[in-house]
């Protein structure tokens, strides 16, 4: 795996870097509802020394009716400010979740206009695995004034999905998992009807991902999007169910050069209780 501070970095490149005065470290952990478990706690008791929590619901639109949608600039600024994240520092991003969440906060980042973040690869398991060290002390940082500015090209909206999927413009990835996709389990969450937008083809997000939580690359991850059908030489909009998972496909994307792509931020949770959603089933 090739480092980059604008992508993915190893554990050996951040271990290196520990204590840097212009690394920013964030534990960007959530976790399903059902999966019992509280990312802030477990946080609270263990963490990569110099680590913040990014609070992915927390750090949302206060506005909106759907789970964690990306915040306004002046949000997203004043609470990345709060944490002393300023201009020129480099962020690394990690979880220890099954949703590989981190990924979301990077896609977040980016969305404001931020580009030195990355996503720490293997996240806090491979970083335990390897007895690195973690505390459970939080370091005080001083508050940044920090501009942020939305980058509408890195995500979608429901009228536009709608008009990709009925005109076929765009690659349509979705990330959940194939039962929820054709539509033979139920989704997580009530009221919501099951299936897929019509056109939209299926990459289970865990299917980037190795063994060791490390992201596939190279032609190993470039064969999960030909398998699953994906035309890299198209535009892509990815998609999940809330818009955690969505954003590994981005980030996947980004590791193989593909910059036309955009998220869904309000996916299936949105779609799937609009009454003028057109929904299929199956696999076509």
């Not at 619901?57 to 002393?84: E, N, R, T, W, Y």
């Not at 906060?105 to 390897?130: H, I, P, Q, Y």
């Not at 539509?183 to 009530?190: D, F, V």
Request: charged share 25%; hydrophobic share 40%; proline share 6%.
């Amino acid at each position: 795996m090739t480092d980059d501070p604008k992508t993915l970095v190893s554990t050996d490149w951040l271990a290196a870097r520990l204590g840097d005065a212009d690394i920013r470290i964030l534990d960007a952990s959530w976790h399903m509802p059902a999966a019992g478990r509280d990312a802030q706690a477990e946080f609270d008791e263990r963490h990569i020394p110099g680590a913040q929590f990014f609070d992915i619901d927390a750090i949302s639109d206060p506005d909106s009716d759907l789970p964690h949608m990306a915040p306004s600039p002046a949000v997203f600024a004043g609470k990345v400010g709060q944490m002393g994240i300023g201009p020129g520092q480099q962020v690394v991003i990690y979880d220890h979740a099954a949703t590989r969440s981190a990924a979301r906060a990077w896609w977040t980042f980016r969305l404001m206009g931020f580009s030195n973040v990355a996503v720490l690869d293997g996240g806090l398991g491979k970083w335990l695995a390897e007895n690195r060290p973690v505390t459970a002390d939080v370091t005080g940082l001083l508050g940044e004034d920090v501009q942020a500015s939305r980058d509408a090209a890195l995500v979608r909206n429901r009228e536009e999905v709608a008009s990709a999927s009925q005109l076929g413009t765009h690659e349509i990835v979705d990330a959940r998992a194939a039962p929820r996709f054709r539509g033979e389990a139920p989704e997580p969450r009530e009221g919501l009807r099951s299936g897929h937008m019509p056109g939209a083809k299926n990459l289970p997000f865990d299917r980037l991902y190795n063994e060791d939580g490390t992201m596939k690359s190279g032609d190993a991850l470039r064969a999960q999007f030909d398998d699953a059908s994906v035309d890299l030489s198209r535009p892509v909009i990815t998609t999940c169910g809330s818009g955690i998972t969505a954003a590994s496909l981005s980030l996947a994307l980004e590791r193989l050069g593909h910059r036309n792509h955009a998220l869904y931020d309000g996916s299936w949770t949105e779609w799937g209780a609009h009454p003028d959603s057109k929904i299929a089933t199956g696999d076509a």
